[in-house]
């Protein structure tokens, strides 16, 4: 399956929906265009039970090269036509659930996890967008860099929420208020990625993860999980966790998924989870909006 967008691509192949960036004459810029249409293929998955995970890259030599600014100094400038063509507003027509709209949002809530591969070059809301994405791999040749502050802007699309999150405030700090590029290396010390590997390798690897998630785990288990720990990592104390994870895992206990994956197990074989994201989540999912 496979739907037709001007500044992405969006396949689906035995539960993996790959999303290329799709502008390589430009490194794959980032247009209000392609923030919408991220944000379509990410709803798209979220309520297609044929998808599995989600797994987006860049056609060409780079993954994401910032914001398009080919409109010169007024690139930034909302107000003006030329700078709409990359800001503007591309929640129009989407609805927002929990309180999150345009492209941010549609990743965030989705129930699908996600796989960022850089390909190449990531900057600005190239590297940013990834950033609600549950793991990010890297090519050794890919090179990053929050450089809001060398242009006058400050980091956008939620970066102050996810990025100190992901790689601690201190890390978070060195990177922003610098703004300078940084290699994969350095990506994967300040824990950015999780893993460099070759050109070549970036793929295969990206699509051997989403393999093992496909293959192997719950739909409705990795939902709920993605959620618990983005969610909950954040409180003061465990006990809104502890409120969370024992309702859920009470009312899990008892369905067909627990007992195909206690099966599976018990009889070596691999799992056939029943399952269905799109109408099988339990009560009490999503207790933030309680």
Known sequence: MSASYQHILADVDDGIMQITLNRPE????????????????????DTDDAVRVVLVTGAGRGFCAGADMSAGADAFDT???????????????????????GMVGAVFECRKPSIAAFNGAAVGVGLTLTLPMDIRIAADAARFGFVFARRGLVPEAGSAWFLPRLVGLPQALRWCLDGALF????????????????????????????RSIADNTAPISVAITRQMLWRLSAESSPYAALK??????????????????????LE???????GHVSSDMPKGYPWWED
């Open 79 to 101: 107000t003006s036509a030329a700078g709409s063509v990359s800001f503007g507003d591309v929640s129009q027509g989407r609805p927002a659930r929990s309180g999150g709209s």
């Open 268 to 274: 070596k074989r691999p799992p056939a989870f029943p």
């Open 26 to 45: 430009k490194l794959n810029a980032y247009t209000a265009t392609m923030g919408a249409e991220l944000a379509a293929a990410f709803d798209a998955a």
């Open 244 to 265: 969370v994870d024992g309702a859920l895992a009470m009312a899990l206990g008892a369905t067909a998924d627990v007992r195909e994956g206690v099966s599976a197990f």
């Open 183 to 210: 290699t994969a290396e350095e990506a994967l010390r300040g824990g950015l990625v999780s893993e460099v590997v070759a050109a070549d390798a970036l793929l295969p690897r990206a699509r051997a993860i989403a």
